[in-house]
Each structure stands twice: as structure tokens, then as C-alpha cells.
């Protein structure tokens, strides 16, 4: 599935995650290359995609990189590095069991 | 081992920034700072700062989509339930017995500003009496070593206690979460009545912003 990330939603992203500022390219693999891919629980209009990376340069050690996408545009809508998740990220669409 | 840790959450500023277009609604408490996310619903994210480890703010996504079910107004009240949180402080205190394994959390309200000079200076501060009860009766159920203490005789939830925390404590307390969570937004699940009253208590009092706060602590 294509996937756009624009110039606004990054400067968005980066405004409010300023330690996202210089891991762009980790955003971009995580929507290439990810480990899994969910479709949100409480919006089923929304693609999680989530990678982990085992080391981040000034943010931490093992953390998982989420970007969220919109099913409908293909839109990204933000993307953060998480340290721990409470519940599950919602429906496992891949890879598929 | 026996701990008791204060906390005090006071937002004197609270910036946030709602993207209409991916719907997407930032909060942060002081200037946005490099943090982490703890990710409490595949929707909501509370961000730990670094460096100082502090409560940054908190991320929403699909804040529309989601709080439209609850209250349609939700992005028009935005602008007004933000400016009500910066005046309310919430000290939340966490104490921790090892000989009875027990986890004990308390939070309390404290206005600011000129809500405290009109009600805080009228009232003399004393300990409120209260009473524990169970938050899951089900031998099973992951909430069973949770109790809800409530004041008396207004019976509002004023804190909780977790016996069994170092075996139970981490599920217990994701349970809580999915309770509140699930009491919002599944309400056919079957969950104590409790888990109805916390979740009242959390949306009505202290507000959909400050209940994601409260978790995070």
C-alpha cells in the first residue's frame, strides 16, 4: 500500500515530537519495512505501523517507532517512538497468521 | 521496603494543537520537549519527558472520530476545557508496603488562582473518613486485588489500593485502565459498578484530559 508522508505533517510531527526531528528516515523505514501493521481498535479507519529499533541515538533502547496512517487517504497522521504498550495496538492485519 | 512517593501535577501551561485534516489532537504541559511515548490505547499515548523525567503531555489520535461518540461538541469545548486545566493542581501520592504487599494511591484536587481564594480559604482542611470496596468480585477477574476507597458520606472516589502488587499489581492496574477505557467506550462490557463510578468521577470531575494525566502516573 503507498503510504504519503507531506512536508506539512512532517513539520507537524516534528513540531510537537521534537525527538523526531532527525529520525525522518527511521519513519520512512518503518512504513517500508515494518515488523507488524494494525488496524486501530476505537478507529478501524486508522493503520498503525510499527517497528522496532533496538537502539535511537538520544532517545533510548529498544523502542518501537508507531506511525499512524489513514486507511482512506493514505495520509500519515503522526508518528512518536513508544517505550511500552499498555494494551494491544489493536487488530494484527500483517502479517497475517 | 516501604516508600511513599508525592507527586505534585500543577499545568500552568498547557499548549496544544489540534490538526483537523489527520485529526489528530497534541497536548504539552510547558513547551514541546523530547519524550517517549507510553502507549495507553491504540489511540492514546501519554508522553514521558527525558530529561528531567517529567509528564510532557499527550498525544490523540482520532480525537474527533473518538470523543464525538462520548460528547459531539468535544473539538468546540477544546479551546475552554483546556483553558479550565491550567487552573486545577493534583497531588497524587503513591505508598508501598511490603510487609502486607500493598500499593496505595491517592490523589486530591487542589485549586489554583482564585478558585482556592473563594472555596480553599473557607474550608478547614481535615482527613475525610472512608471505606474500601472491591472492584471485581470474579475469583478470576485481573481487578480483584483492586479496591476503590471512597469518601464518606459523598462516597467519591478519592484513591485506590492494590493488594498483591509485586504478583498482581502490573495486570491489575492494566485492567483498571481497560476498564475505564472499556466502560467509555464498550459500555455492554460487564464491569463492576465501580469501574462505572471511577470512570464518572474521572470523566465528570476531573475532566477527559486529566483522567489521561492520572494514568500516567
Known amino acids: 500500500m503507498e503510504v504519503v508522508l507531506t512536508d506539512e505533517c512532517w513539520k507537524h510531527v516534528a513540531a510537537h515530537h521534537p525527538e523526531m526531528r532527525e529520525f525522518k528516515g527511521l519513519v520512512l523505514d518503518t512504513i517500508q519495512r515494518p515488523d507488524a501493521i494494525y488496524r486501530g481498535k476505537r478507529d478501524p479507519t486508522r493503520r498503525i505501523y510499527k517497528k522496532n529499533y533496538f537502539e535511537v541515538a538520544g ?34 492485519i500483517w502479517p497475517s497468521n | 521496603m516501604a516508600f511513599e512517593l508525592v507527586q505534585k501535577f500543577k499545568f500552568e501551561r498547557v499548549d496544544y494543537s489540534y490538526n483537523r485534516e489527520s485529526d489528530v489532537l497534541d497536548i504539552s504541559f510547558g513547551p514541546p520537549a523530547p519524550a517517549v511515548a507510553l502507549q495507553v490505547e491504540d489511540w492514546l499515548a501519554i508522553r514521558i519527558q527525558l530529561d528531567p523525567p517529567n509528564l510532557q503531555g499527550m498525544t490523540i489520535v482520532g480525537f474527533r472520530k ?11 469545548e477544546l479551546p475552554r476545557r483546556m483553558k479550565r486545566l491550567v487552573s486545577v493542581s493534583l497531588e497524587m501520592s503513591i505508598s508501598y508496603d511490603d510487609q502486607t504487599d500493598t500499593l496505595i494511591m491517592r490523589w486530591e484536587e487542589k485549586l489554583s488562582g482564585w478558585r482556592w481564594l473563594s472555596k480553599g ?13 472491591a472492584l471485581s468480585r470474579e475469583p478470576f477477574d485481573s481487578l480483584r486485588t483492586v479496591y476503590v476507597e471512597k469518601a464518606l458520606p459523598s462516597k467519591e472516589v478519592v484513591g485506590l489500593k492494590i493488594f ?16 475505564i477505557v472499556d466502560t467509555i467506550f464498550d459500555p455492554n462490557t460487564k464491569h463492576d459498578e465501580n469501574a462505572h463510578l471511577i470512570t464518572n468521577a474521572l470523566i465528570q470531575r476531573l475532566d477527559w484530559t486529566r483522567f489521561a494525566s492520572l494514568g500516567a502516573s
Open chain 2, 164 to 179: 498483591e502488587f509485586t504478583k498482581c499489581g502490573p495486570a491489575a492496574i492494566e485492567a483498571f485502565l481497560g476498564a
Open chain 1, 59 to 92: 532517545v533510548g533502547n529498544s523502542l518501537d517507532l508507531l506511525v499512524f496512517v489513514g486507511d482512506a487517504d493514505r495520509y500519515v497522521a503522526t508518528a512518536y517512538f513508544c517505550a511500552y504498550s499498555v494494551r494491544m495496538l489493536g487488530v494484527l
Open chain 2, 121 to 133: 480559604l473557607l474550608k478547614r482542611k481535615r482527613q475525610k473518613p472512608s471505606i474500601f470496596e
Open chain 2, 66 to 76: 473518538i470523543f464525538e461518540k462520548i460528547n459531539r461538541y468535544a473539538e468546540k
